[in-house]
């Protein structure tokens, strides 16, 4: 396989991190504001809000997974992964409009939270955000030092290494604002290079003559592209999990509170289309490897992209290739870091240590300590080559425990912090029974699980629907798609352990949630969030 | 699926992305000059 020598990746990584950090050193300040190292001044415009987005969600996972699910499910897997991955980022908008409206100068969902409900619920989200951030870092200079070591004679620990320094350079003075400006400058050479790298591969592998050779080594399945089997093992557990994922995350719900707030919508469906189009394109790489009869490296689907890439493309185009990977990660990473500083500045001491009363000066440089630990973290928990799947599915389900609680909170006076936290907590444990099969699910055990997750998928289509076309519509489709699907999931979504226990907690927190607040007979005034919920610095 | 549909499945998206690219490069503009005139910051 083709290796781009050493002299050329650093002067790639060079060129890369050296271009950004001049970006940054544009916008820096000698006396940066708290308010606007978190969200920047809150009318940030279209162009670089959407490109923002589009670039903060495609992280360097999103390539690789996206191709694994290509060869994988073959016609419709790309789809399975890309296209859900997409309409998660539209989802958000009609909710993001809401979160603006009640809290326009807020820097985190957990001050929302605090405001509306207090400490516990306020916990639960920067606790589950913490946790989320820091192993996206990981993940992102995992990549890093993975795409080092396979083309370059470099080794993993120097790919990290220059990754996170690379990246805390250019972020750490002006946080979220240099995370932005940079974004647009990453998001471009992405698509750049996903533009000329996926024709160039296509027609490498033969171009249109590529399907007639190649359509009959696919299965039944692989050959569907209304395959079940890439429905319900890719495509469906995704969408529950990016769902979880989209409500719950910080480094979006941070460039909601940053755009002009009558830019949100062009904002989202740009990024959705973005979005798209290149994990899409892509994950058709993917699709063509196995059309060609690829075989993964050793076996690992995670090698593919770079095995097409450095198979079939000319050096000029493997190393467009390299800064594609390397601007998708760097753009995650540096939101991921902006995200974790916001946190800490604002959930764990402006919130709690100080009380509501900060010192500005203080703060900022609380932020930016806390940049440099998560990056040297990062970095430490990256060399160690840990799996990070447990973890994950960790974050992901807390996350889908939190999302009817968080959506509900702020559209109904009557949740309670007892029924918020009640209902994050149940739905947990259940998710962990669920997942790792803590009881056997079978019989009266197994039925349980499966009602509570048809319920969750109620929920699910609930929430869209009551996003896009209000509370009626919501709760008559929601109540329907449960009803409808509690007869089909009882005795079949036992075999698919991980859509029943995403959908379990779904379905869990929404039953103890709806449940404690009925029972509550306390309301809450809206409008106090936004008297709550103000700048820390007024100039 | 034809072997033009299939072509065309696979190369669209490289395409939608660079409608994406003129949309944002666009933007970006218009949201300098706009930054410009009323002497505020991009970011």
């Known amino acids: 396989m083709f290796q781009l020598s050493t002299t050329t990746v650093i002067l790639l990584m060079l060129a890369f991190y050296g271009l950004t950090f001049l970006m940054s050193l544009r916008i820096g300040k000698k006396k940066e504001s708290v308010d606007g190292y978190m969200v920047s001044n809150n009318t940030i415009g279209f162009g670089m809000s959407a490109a923002s987005m589009t670039a903060t969600w495609i992280w360097a996972a999103s390539f690789y997974a996206a191709a694994s699910s290509g060869y994988k499910y073959g016609l419709s897997g790309a789809l399975h992964y890309g296209l859900w991955g997409a309409l998660m980022i539209l989802f958000i908008y009609p909710f993001g409009k809401r979160f603006r409206q009640l809290a326009p100068k807020a820097h985190t969902l957990g001050e ?20 989320g951030s820091g192993i996206s870092l990981m993940v992102n200079f995992t990549a890093a030092g993975a795409l080092v070591d396979v083309l370059s004679p470099l080794s993993f620990i120097h790919g990290v290494l220059i990754a996170g320094v690379g990246v805390l350079s250019y972020t750490l003075w ?42 009959p080594r696919l299965t039944g399945e692989q050959g569907d592209f209304f395959s079940r089997t890439a429905a319900l093992e890719q495509g469906a557990p995704f969408f529950v999990a990016v769902l979880a994922y989209a409500i719950g995350n910080q480094t979006i719900a941070q460039r909601l509170f940053a755009v002009r707030e ?36 050793e076996g690992d689907l995670n090698n593919l992209i770079p095995q097409m890439a450095a198979t079939y493309l000319p050096p000029f185009a493997i190393g467009l290739f390299f800064i594609m990977v390397i601007g998708s990660l760097s753009s995650t990473a540096d939101s991921d870091l902006s995200a974790l500083s ?84 149940a739905a947990f444990a259940m998710f962990l029974v669920a997942r790792f099969e ?10 349980l699980f499966e009602l509570c997750a048809a319920i969750g998928g109620g929920v699910v289509i609930g929430l869209m629907s009551f996003g896009f076309f209000g509370r009626t519509t919501g709760c008559v489709l929601g109540l329907l798609t449960a009803v409808v699907f509690a007869p089909f999931a009882v005795g079949f979504l036992r075999d698919y352990p991980v859509l029943l226990s995403s959908l379990t907690a779904y379905g869990v927190s929404t039953l103890v949630c709806v449940g404690l607040s009925l029972s509550a007979r306390k309301r809450f005034d809206f409008d106090s969030i936004g008297e709550r919920v103000v700048a820390f610095q007024t100039h | 699926m034809s072997t033009l549909a299939l072509t065309a499945y696979v190369l669209v ?28 910051e991009l970011v």
């Open chain 1, 262 to 297: 009558d830019l949100i919508k062009p904002t989202f469906i740009t990024a959705t289309i973005g979005y798209a189009s290149i994990v899409i394109g892509l994950g058709m790489l993917g699709f063509l490897a196995l059309l060609a009869g690829v075989q993964p490296l």
């Open chain 2, 13 to 40: 998206w490289p395409v939608i992305a660079t409608l994406v690219l003129i949309v944002l490069c666009v933007a970006l503009y218009r949201d300098m000059r706009a930054a410009r005139r009323e002497g505020t």
């Open chain 1, 174 to 215: 002006s946080g979220f604002r240099s995370s932005v400006l940079t974004d647009f400058g990453q998001l471009m050479a992405m698509i750049l290079a996903a533009v000329i790298i996926i024709p160039m591969i296509f027609f490498q592998l033969g171009g249109p003559g590529l399907f007639a050779e190649g359509m």
């Open chain 1, 342 to 425: 916001a946190i800490v500045m604002t959930d764990v001491y402006g919130k709690n240590l100080a009380r509501g009363k900060p010192d500005p000066t203080l703060m900022l440089w609380i932020g930016r300590l806390t940049m440099v630990v998560a990056t040297a973290v990062g970095v430490i928990f990256a060399s160690m080559k840990l799996d990070i799947l447990t973890m994950l599915i960790f974050v992901g389900a807390l996350w889908g425990a939190i999302v009817f609680p968080v959506i509900a909170s702020l559209f109904w006076d009557r949740v309670t912090n007892k029924a918020f936290t009640g209902a994050v907590i």
């Open chain 1, 438 to 447: 803590l009881l056997p699910m079978q019989g009266a055990v197994g039925t």
């Open chain 1, 112 to 131: 929302i939270m605090h405001a509306r409900h207090g400490r516990s619920s306020q916990m639960i989200l920067a606790g589950s955000n913490i946790l």
